[in-house]
Protein backbone atom coordinates (compact mmCIF):
# COMPACT_ATOMS: atom_id res chain seq x y z
CA UNK A 1 0.00 0.00 0.00
CA UNK A 2 0.96 3.76 -0.92
CA UNK A 3 1.47 6.19 2.15
CA UNK A 4 -0.37 9.11 2.13
CA UNK A 5 1.38 11.68 3.76
CA UNK A 6 -0.27 15.19 3.23
CA UNK A 7 -3.85 16.68 2.76
CA UNK A 8 -2.91 17.37 -0.59
CA UNK A 9 -2.05 13.97 -1.49
CA UNK A 10 -4.94 13.00 -0.07
CA UNK A 11 -7.08 15.54 -1.73
CA UNK A 12 -5.17 14.00 -4.96
CA UNK A 13 -5.74 10.27 -4.49
CA UNK A 14 -9.34 10.12 -3.55
CA UNK A 15 -10.48 12.52 -6.90
CA UNK A 16 -9.23 9.41 -8.97
CA UNK A 17 -11.99 8.03 -11.41
CA UNK A 18 -11.49 4.65 -10.32
CA UNK A 19 -12.39 3.74 -7.04
CA UNK A 20 -9.43 3.64 -4.29
CA UNK A 21 -9.32 2.14 -0.77
CA UNK A 22 -7.50 3.93 1.64
CA UNK A 23 -6.41 1.81 4.97
CA UNK A 24 -6.72 4.40 8.13
CA UNK A 25 -4.31 3.21 10.65
CA UNK A 26 -1.30 4.23 13.49
CA UNK A 27 1.85 2.87 14.24
CA UNK A 28 0.29 2.31 17.91
CA UNK A 29 -2.74 0.04 16.61
CA UNK A 30 -2.57 -3.17 17.64
CA UNK A 31 -5.47 -3.94 15.17
CA UNK A 32 -3.80 -2.59 12.20
CA UNK A 33 -0.69 -4.76 12.76
CA UNK A 34 -2.84 -7.47 12.77
CA UNK A 35 -4.79 -6.53 9.62
CA UNK A 36 -1.17 -6.30 8.01
CA UNK A 37 -0.36 -9.62 8.58
CA UNK A 38 -3.64 -11.01 6.87
CA UNK A 39 -4.71 -8.45 4.05
CA UNK A 40 -2.30 -9.38 1.54
CA UNK A 41 -4.73 -11.60 0.11
CA UNK A 42 -7.72 -10.01 -0.34
CA UNK A 43 -5.48 -6.65 -1.74
CA UNK A 44 -4.16 -9.11 -4.91
CA UNK A 45 -7.91 -10.15 -5.01
CA UNK A 46 -8.73 -6.82 -5.67
CA UNK A 47 -5.67 -5.48 -7.00
CA UNK A 48 -8.18 -3.88 -10.18
CA UNK A 49 -8.19 -0.91 -7.19
CA UNK A 50 -4.99 0.91 -5.69
CA UNK A 51 -4.61 0.78 -1.81
CA UNK A 52 -3.26 3.36 0.28
CA UNK A 53 -2.55 4.04 3.55
CA UNK A 54 -2.93 7.44 5.94
CA UNK A 55 -1.61 7.21 9.09
CA UNK A 56 -4.83 9.14 11.23
CA UNK A 57 -2.01 10.55 13.75
CA UNK A 58 -0.18 12.62 10.74
CA UNK A 59 -3.61 13.55 9.39
CA UNK A 60 -5.76 14.47 12.20
CA UNK A 61 -7.89 16.66 10.09
CA UNK A 62 -8.34 14.03 6.96
CA UNK A 63 -9.55 11.51 9.68
CA UNK A 64 -11.77 13.67 11.23
CA UNK A 65 -13.17 14.75 7.93
CA UNK A 66 -14.03 12.05 6.49
CA UNK A 67 -15.64 10.31 10.12
CA UNK A 68 -12.75 7.58 10.87
CA UNK A 69 -12.96 7.01 14.71
CA UNK A 70 -11.37 4.20 14.87
CA UNK A 71 -8.49 2.17 13.00
CA UNK A 72 -8.10 0.13 11.04
CA UNK A 73 -11.31 1.50 9.07
CA UNK A 74 -11.46 1.18 5.32
CA UNK A 75 -12.74 3.50 3.02
CA UNK A 76 -13.30 3.30 -0.65
CA UNK A 77 -13.22 6.81 -2.66
CA UNK A 78 -14.27 7.96 -6.21
CA UNK A 79 -13.58 11.36 -7.83
CA UNK A 80 -13.40 12.89 -4.24
CA UNK A 81 -16.95 11.05 -2.65
CA UNK A 82 -16.57 8.11 -0.27
CA UNK A 83 -18.42 5.57 -1.35
CA UNK A 84 -18.08 2.97 1.38
CA UNK A 85 -16.82 3.25 4.79
CA UNK A 86 -16.08 0.05 7.21
CA UNK A 87 -15.81 1.00 10.67
CA UNK A 88 -12.88 -0.01 13.03
CA UNK A 89 -15.20 -2.44 14.85
CA UNK A 90 -15.98 -4.10 11.90
CA UNK A 91 -12.73 -4.76 10.27
CA UNK A 92 -11.31 -7.10 12.88
CA UNK A 93 -10.89 -10.07 10.25
CA UNK A 94 -10.57 -11.44 6.53
CA UNK A 95 -14.21 -12.06 6.20
CA UNK A 96 -15.71 -8.63 7.68
CA UNK A 97 -13.32 -7.08 5.17
CA UNK A 98 -13.81 -9.25 2.24
CA UNK A 99 -17.24 -9.27 2.80
CA UNK A 100 -17.27 -5.12 2.89
CA UNK A 101 -15.29 -5.53 -0.33
CA UNK A 102 -18.05 -7.64 -1.89
CA UNK A 103 -20.53 -5.73 -1.01
CA UNK A 104 -18.96 -2.38 -1.96
CA UNK A 105 -18.10 -3.75 -5.10
CA UNK A 106 -20.66 -5.72 -6.69
Known amino acids: MKSINTNQAF????QSDNPVIVKFEAGWCP????????????????NDYEWFTV???ELEDVAADNDVM??????VFKNGEKLAHLH????????QV?????????
Open 11 to 14: KETV
Open 31 to 46: DCKAMDMWIDPIKEKY
Open 55 to 57: NRD
Open 70 to 75: GIPSLL
Open 88 to 95: SANAKSPE
Open 98 to 106: ESFLTETFK
